[in-house]
């Protein structure tokens, strides 16, 4: 994978983003939103696979901050999946939230525009780092058609010590696909 690409592409990116299955070699943005068209899963349909070993490599985070990111990621992805508007807004910082205006707007965008996130069948948590005072965890997601995604959120800590959402990039996974 092309890490540092895609992270360097993350310092850009303002907003969530997805590519689509027919371009999937582009990283989408929030101001080039993806075609739709794929089949939808029914909502509740997610589920979380077993987390990987923890990297070797240092991430800058406690082990606690390292469980309240995957822990608003997890809320997020669950509330995606239940179809849950106001949980998978409340997930988000305040600037994604005011670029929106409600839960709904937000929700209706993810299900039309970033399906391979808002229909996972199931996920795992990958790498996390912290890049300055922000945090990106590397997620791995499987789509309804067996698919592999990799989703790179970035999140903030908040005044109130939550992890929010602020960024999400998300590219098919290298090797065969099934």
Same mark, same amino acid.
């Given at each position: 994978?092309?890490?540092?690409? &895609?992270?360097?592409?993350?310092? =850009?990116?303002?907003?969530?983003?997805?590519?689509?299955?027919? &371009?999937?070699?582009?990283?989408?943005?929030?101001?080039?939103?993806? @075609?739709?068209?794929?089949?939808? %899963?029914?909502?509740?349909? %997610?589920?979380?696979?077993?987390?990987?070993?923890?990297? @070797?490599?240092?991430?800058?985070?406690?082990?606690?901050?390292?469980? /309240?990111? /995957?822990?608003?990621?997890?809320?997020?992805?669950?509330?995606?999946?239940?179809? #849950?508007?106001?949980?998978? *807004?409340?997930? %988000?910082?305040?600037?994604?939230?005011? *670029?929106?205006?409600?839960?709904?707007?937000? %929700?209706? *965008?993810?299900?039309?525009?970033?399906?391979?996130?808002? *229909?996972?069948? #199931?996920?795992?948590?990958?790498?996390?780092?912290?890049?300055?005072?922000?945090?990106?965890?590397? @997620?791995?997601?499987?789509?309804?058609?067996?698919?592999?995604? =990799?989703?790179?959120?970035?999140?903030?800590?908040?005044?109130?010590?939550?992890?929010? =959402?602020?960024?999400?990039? =998300?590219? @098919?996974?290298?090797?065969?696909?099934?």
């Amino acid at each position: 994978m092309k890490a540092q690409a &895609a992270l360097a592409m993350m310092a =850009i990116v303002t907003a969530i983003g997805v590519t689509q299955p027919q &371009a999937a070699e582009r990283i989408a943005k929030l101001t080039d939103p993806a @075609v739709t068209g794929s089949t939808a %899963l029914a909502p509740g349909d %997610l589920r979380e696979k077993a987390a990987l070993p923890p990297s @070797v490599v240092r991430t800058g985070l406690s082990s606690l901050e390292q469980q /309240r990111i /995957r822990s608003s990621i997890r809320g997020h992805m669950q509330a995606l999946g239940k179809r #849950d508007a106001a949980g998978a *807004y409340a997930t %988000l910082t305040p600037a994604i939230k005011d *670029y929106y205006k409600n839960s709904n707007a937000f %929700l209706a *965008y993810l299900t039309a525009e970033l399906r391979p996130l808002a *229909y996972a069948k #199931d996920f795992e948590f990958a790498s996390i780092i912290r890049v300055a005072t922000d945090a990106i965890q590397e @997620v791995v997601l499987t789509g309804a058609e067996g698919r592999e995604w =990799i989703a790179q959120f970035k999140l903030q800590r908040q005044p109130d010590g939550r992890w929010a =959402i602020s960024q999400c990039l =998300i590219e @098919v996974a290298p090797g065969p696909q099934s």
